[in-house]
């Protein structure tokens, strides 16, 4: 069974950056899209950004587009975030997910496993 742990976050000053990493384990990660989505307190669970099985297709949020960038690496078992440009608004708890639905997509529903999270803070 397909388990995710996510690591990489912490606490950056405005306009930094962050990469965050998904390892997977139980599974190959082949015939899975993945995604990330970011949970901020009182806030709906929101997504991110989400990549295809062969990492040829991938999607953005709005807020975060031409910020971050989604990438997979099959052969480590791992699907990254590198997150430039940081704002305030950008501090949430971040969550890897995947489905073994072709479709990626940014709506919460239909994926897991999902990960713990890991936090990320963006503040002077």
């Known amino acids: 069974q397909l388990q995710l742990v996510e690591s990489g976050g912490g606490l950056v000053q405005p306009g930094g950056s962050l990469r965050l990493s998904c390892a997977a384990s139980g599974s190959t990660l082949d015939y899975y899209v993945f995604g990330w989505f970011r949970q901020a307190p009182g806030k709906e669970r929101e997504g991110v950004s989400c990549?295809?099985?062969?990492?040829?297709?991938?999607k953005y949020g709005d807020s975060v587009k031409g910020r971050f960038t989604i990438s997979r690496d099959n052969a480590k078992n791992t699907v990254y975030l590198q997150m430039d440009s940081l704002k305030p608004e950008d501090t949430a708890i971040y969550y890897c997910?995947?489905?073994?639905?072709?479709?990626?997509?940014?709506?919460?529903?239909?994926?897991?496993?999902w990960g713990q999270g890991t936090q990320v803070t963006v503040s002077s």
């Open positions: 997910a995947a489905t073994g639905s072709p479709i990626c997509t940014l709506a919460t529903s239909n994926w897991g496993p």
């Open positions: 990549i295809s099985s062969s990492g040829w297709r991938t």
